[in-house]
């Protein structure tokens, strides 16, 4: 294939960390070259115009996307992979709705806390955020949008003071923090990164990696601020170390922290490749940071190590990056694509319609993975499977089972509308993270939706929310032919509107 490189312009103004995208540049084409692709090098300013005019002029089969920033400002990252997907074109990691959820700290931490995922809770000025926690504590101020620690240091951190004060350090600190700025409960204890990467039977944990304080001093704030990464000849550079081995008491922890990894790439849809950053308390309860989209491919970052610590070079991990890469929606090339790929079916699948005792924990196990569901919604999914072993047909409820290697992979959920003649309802449609982007849904669905049909039903109806994070829900109904027939404001919450599709599915 024919690669194009796309990093952020960097100038000699540049900060070290907005230049050491060169070096992942650097990295990504070797591996691209040993991998039998062509590239080249495309940098990206704020002139996406006569970015686009270049993409056009070369004609890439995939661009590798490393737009980290435009013209110093994390804000603007998701402008890169929206380009990509206004001009047709496939490109590497998540997608640009994806990008600019995750680089929002603010909108990543609503959309964790929403889905019952652990986050520190916050304050920002103006902004939805957790209930206040009582009393006095210690409070670390962020940008809300640069990463790479841009302006985190020991003076972030704000200890003993209440509400009002932190709020006001917000106000009064954002102007160097990118502009805009939140505070978060500092998190005393263990740092961890989970490093994910795409493969054929899903998403891979990497070897989860701790950050280690060396030598810190008591009263020395243990954070990895921007001079533990940047600064080579700090103290803290020197002593924030990397770690992979671990006692075998921490297995517990660490198969939590695994599985809350990759709830975060089913909750953000991700792709390619992520990284999700930890606090552990001392009570040993996993708090998440962030999660990143493109973290550092530097062979001397942690994305590199973990790589490595698994058995792995970066040039296979590059290539795994390249064959997850998903098409633009609704792009040129991605259409001509659809048009030669085959309908989607079960033959691949072990399908069957009876649920069994173990559907209730295997059913709740995927909606905590995807990451939409709270836990009381979770809890439902297993009860409608409990009401069926209980009840038989006469609860109104049928099923179609998707299995792969003894592991449940997606199932549905559906039964007739209670007080109609041929109107059913969708209950539940879910896909386990580890086999989306492979037709599954869609499958399921369609299996689904012949069975309604061949017992008399004309229409299937299907509800969801009119939320930002429901955005690719709504998305895959539309594409499977689905239609909006109402939408009802502030059903579930203020803000919260019910979304209810239909499509006919039988002659009634």
């Given at each position: 294939?024919?690669?194009?490189?796309?990093?952020?312009?960097?100038?000699?103004?540049?900060?070290?960390?907005?230049?050491?995208?060169?070096?992942?540049?650097?990295?990504?084409?070797?591996?691209?070259?040993?991998?039998?692709?062509?590239?080249?090098?495309?940098?990206?300013?704020?002139?996406?115009?006569?970015?686009?005019?270049?993409?056009?002029?070369?004609?890439?089969?995939?661009?590798?996307?490393?737009?980290?920033?435009?013209e110093?400002?994390?804000?603007?990252?998701?402008?890169?992979?929206?380009?990509?997907?206004?001009?047709?074109?496939?490109?590497?990691?998540?997608?640009?709705e994806?990008?600019?959820?995750?680089?929002?700290?603010?909108?990543?931490?609503?959309?964790?806390?929403?889905?019952?995922?652990?986050?520190?809770s916050?304050i920002?000025?103006?902004?939805?955020?957790?209930?206040?926690?009582?009393?006095?504590?210690?409070?670390?101020?962020?940008?809300?949008?640069?990463?790479?620690?841009?302006?985190?240091e020991?003076?972030?951190?704000?200890?003993?003071?209440?509400?009002?004060?932190?709020?006001?350090?917000?106000?009064?600190?954002?102007?160097?923090?990118?502009?805009?700025?939140?505070?978060?409960?500092?998190i005393?204890?263990?740092e961890?990164?989970?490093?994910?990467?795409?493969g054929?039977?899903?998403?891979?944990?990497?070897?989860?990696?701790?950050i280690?304080?060396?030598d810190?001093?008591?009263?020395?704030?243990?954070?990895?601020?921007?001079?533990?990464?940047?600064?080579a000849?700090?103290?803290?550079?020197?002593?924030?170390?990397?770690?992979?081995?671990?006692p075998?008491r921490?297995?517990?922890?660490?198969?939590?922290?695994?599985?809350?990894?990759?709830?975060?790439?089913?909750?953000?849809?991700?792709?390619?490749?992520?990284?999700?950053?930890?606090?552990?308390?001392?009570?040993?309860?996993?708090?998440?940071?962030?999660v990143?989209?493109?973290?550092?491919?530097?062979?001397?970052?942690?994305?590199?190590?973990?790589?490595?610590?698994?058995?792995?070079?970066?040039?296979?991990?590059?290539?795994?990056?390249?064959?997850?890469?998903?098409?633009?929606?609704?792009?040129k090339?991605?259409?001509a694509?659809?048009?030669?790929?085959?309908?989607?079916?079960?033959?691949?699948?072990?399908?069957?319609?009876?649920?069994?005792?173990?559907?209730?924990?295997?059913?709740?196990?995927?909606?905590?993975?995807?990451?939409?569901?709270?836990?009381?919604?979770?809890?439902?999914a297993?009860?409608l499977?409990?009401?069926?072993?209980?009840?038989?047909?006469?609860?109104?409820?049928f099923?179609?089972?998707?299995?792969?290697?003894?592991?449940?992979?997606?199932y549905?959920?559906?039964?007739?509308?209670?007080?109609?003649?041929?109107?059913?309802?969708?209950?539940?449609?879910?896909?386990h993270?580890?086999?989306?982007?492979?037709?599954?849904?869609?499958?399921?669905?369609?299996?689904?939706?012949?069975?309604?049909?061949?017992?008399?039903?004309?229409?299937?109806?299907?509800e969801?929310?009119?939320?930002?994070?429901?955005?690719?829900?709504?998305?895959?109904y539309?594409?499977?032919?689905?239609?909006?027939?109402?939408?009802?404001e502030?059903?579930?919450?203020?803000?919260?509107?019910?979304?209810?599709?239909?499509?006919?599915?039988?002659?009634?």
């Open positions: 294939m024919r690669v194009a490189v796309a990093h952020n312009a960097v100038s000699g103004a540049s900060s070290p960390d907005e230049r050491d995208v060169l070096v992942q540049a650097e990295a990504v084409a070797g591996a691209l070259r040993a991998l039998g692709h062509s590239c080249w090098m495309a940098p990206c300013d704020l002139n996406l115009a006569d970015f686009r005019a270049r993409l056009e002029a070369k004609g890439p089969d995939l661009v590798f996307n490393l737009v980290e920033t435009l110093g400002q994390g804000r603007l990252i998701h402008l890169a992979p929206a380009l990509f997907e206004a001009m047709g074109l496939a490109y590497t990691g998540a997608q640009a994806a990008v600019f959820l995750t680089s929002n700290k603010l909108l990543a931490k609503e959309r964790l806390a929403g889905a019952g995922l652990p986050t520190p916050w920002a000025p103006g902004r939805l955020r957790l209930t206040w926690v009582s009393g006095k504590g210690t409070w670390i101020i962020k940008s809300v949008w640069e990463h790479a620690s841009v302006g985190l020991e003076d972030s951190l704000l200890a003993g003071v209440g509400e009002d004060a932190v709020a006001a350090a917000v106000t009064e600190r954002a102007a160097r923090l990118g502009g805009e700025a939140f505070a978060e409960r500092f005393e204890g263990r961890f990164n989970l490093s994910v990467l795409a054929a039977g899903g998403p891979e944990v990497l070897p989860p990696a701790e280690v304080f060396k810190f001093p008591a009263g020395k704030p243990r954070i990895v601020g921007y001079r533990a990464k940047w600064a000849d700090s103290f803290e550079y020197q002593n924030t170390v990397r770690r992979f081995d671990f075998a921490d297995e517990a922890l660490l198969a939590e922290l695994k599985t809350l990894a990759l709830r975060c790439w089913g909750l953000f849809r991700l792709r390619g490749y992520a990284r999700v950053d930890f606090r552990v308390d001392g009570e040993g309860r996993p708090w998440i940071l962030e990143n989209t493109n973290p550092c491919l530097s062979p001397d970052a942690g994305f590199a190590a973990a790589v490595e610590r698994a058995g792995m070079g970066l040039t296979e991990a590059v290539g795994r990056i390249v064959e997850d890469a998903r098409p633009a929606v609704g792009g090339r991605a259409a694509e659809s048009v030669s790929k085959p309908a989607p079916d079960l033959s691949q699948w072990t399908v069957r319609y009876e649920p069994r005792p173990g559907d209730v924990e295997s059913v709740m196990e995927v909606a905590k993975a995807t990451g939409f569901f709270t836990t009381d919604e979770v809890k439902v297993g009860e499977v409990e009401e069926r072993l209980a009840k038989g047909e006469g609860s109104g409820y099923f179609v089972f998707a299995e792969a290697g003894g592991r449940l992979a997606g549905a959920c559906y039964g007739p509308a209670p007080c109609t003649v041929s109107s059913y309802d969708l209950y539940w449609i879910m896909t993270p580890d086999f989306q982007g492979k037709g599954l849904g869609k499958a399921v669905l369609r299996e689904a939706e012949r069975l309604i049909a061949e017992a008399g039903g004309a229409q299937v109806y299907a969801t929310s009119g939320k930002a994070q429901y955005a690719s829900m709504r998305a895959f539309e594409k499977c032919g689905y239609e909006v027939c109402s939408t009802l502030d059903f579930y919450a203020p803000g919260d509107a019910k979304v209810t599709y239909v499509r006919r599915v039988g002659r009634g």
